[in-house]
């Protein structure tokens, strides 16, 4: 009797035993459902924004140096100076340029003095054309008179033509004289052109951001030696999502939130939408101009845009938390019948009180899931409860 006792309470207790470690199997554990927290459809207000980071960066910005290899002579500026439009900046070694500019001017006052002395040459040389003209033609009616001998005559008409070949010359070396003041003159100006580009004046009113030679550094051609940006063009260049950005136009407000100051937020406005997309990231390029530039900004500095939309009224929205991705669709988590089913949605406009809004794939009062305990997959046991929202 006794020994049946027992058995009846061995396989009782073997009975509970099993049941309760199928409760907690598929209660807390592998075969659990999944943890879900919903959320609704809804129709609301909506005033969507568009969000991006980028860098404080410079519209206007000028990269100041040679266009001629050399050496750095002096600089008169530094990093952060304030400079006027014409102001000089630098100036590089000239070396011989300013021996070889007074050589030049030296060879144009030869070949004027040149030119004077061939200018006297053809004034000489015409007027004996007109006597040997004058005395052939008084020869040629002295002979048709019988008067002078034709040999006479021969040797007046000989003699003009000598003075008129005379006076080709003298035209000729003239028209080459001139010509070499020309070239003296034309290689005068070239120096000082050159010059002048060995000093370095500021293009417009701008800030000093970068001094990158010293006096005595050897730069080449094209190498910036300073930098200046014009303070009023300072921008965010960010980039917002490809998906987010199509109703981005230029003149919509925005806000601007740089790091270095996270609690304060800089009205702007869109002044530029770039056409060349990133292809890789997906993202679209926008800068975005402040209102009123703050008294410092840093380049490069690192900055946070929101940019407002025009709102819309009674549109269809979800949490933004509910929005997932299946493979190449992006859609929403849904429970159905006890099962985790994935539903292809229409995004539209989205704002920073963390809503989206739908346009297709829901109807008001759909019920979604927000968040899960663990990453859901199409047919997976779901149960509504309170999860850790991550």
Sequence with gaps: MKSRTKAIVLIASTILFVAAFFWLLTTHGPLAPVGVHLGSVVRADL?????????????????????????????????????KAGQLLAEMDPVDMDHRLQAAKSTGARARQAFQVADAQVAEAASRVRLAVTNRDRDRGLFERHVL????????????????????????????????????????????????S?????????VIVSREAEPGTTVVAGQ?????????????????????????????????????????????????IELQSDPVTE???????????????????????????????????????????????????????????????TLGNQNQAAVTQILAGLSEGDRVIVYSSEQLKPGARVRERDVEQR
Excluded: M
Excluded at 198 to 206: H, I, K, N, Q
């Design 198 to 206: 060995l000093r370095f004046v500021s293009p417009v009113d701008g």
């Design 224 to 272: 910036a030696v300073l930098r200046i940006v014009v303070p009023e063009s300072l921008w965010v260049r960010a980039r917002v999502d490809q998906s987010r950005a199509q109703g981005v136009q230029v003149g919509q407000p925005a806000s601007i939130v740089l790091r270095s100051a996270p609690e304060t937020q800089l009205p702007a406005r869109v002044a530029r």
């Design 47 to 83: 005033s969507p924004s568009v969000f991006g980071i980028g860098t404080v960066e410079a519209r206007l910005s000028y990269a100041v140096g040679p266009i001629a290899p050399g050496r750095v002579l002096r600089v008169l500026v530094d990093q952060g100076d304030e400079v």
């Design 149 to 196: 001998s034709k040999q006479a005559l021969d040797n007046s008409t000989s003699e003009s033509e000598r003075a008129e070949a005379a006076l080709a010359a003298a035209h000729a070396n003239a028209k080459a004289v001139r010509q070499d003041i020309g070239r003296a003159d034309a290689e005068s100006q070239g120096l000082a052109s050159l010059r002048k």
């Design 283 to 345: 993202e679209r390029v926008v800068n975005v101009s402040f209102d009123t530039p703050p008294a410092h900004l840093y380049l490069g500095e690192l900055a946070e845009v929101t940019i407002q939309l025009p709102g819309e009224t009674g549109v269809l929205v979800v949490p933004s938390a509910a929005i997932a991705r299946a493979g190449s669709q992006i859609g929403v988590w849904q429970l159905v019948d006890g099962q985790a089913r994935f539903t292809p949605v």
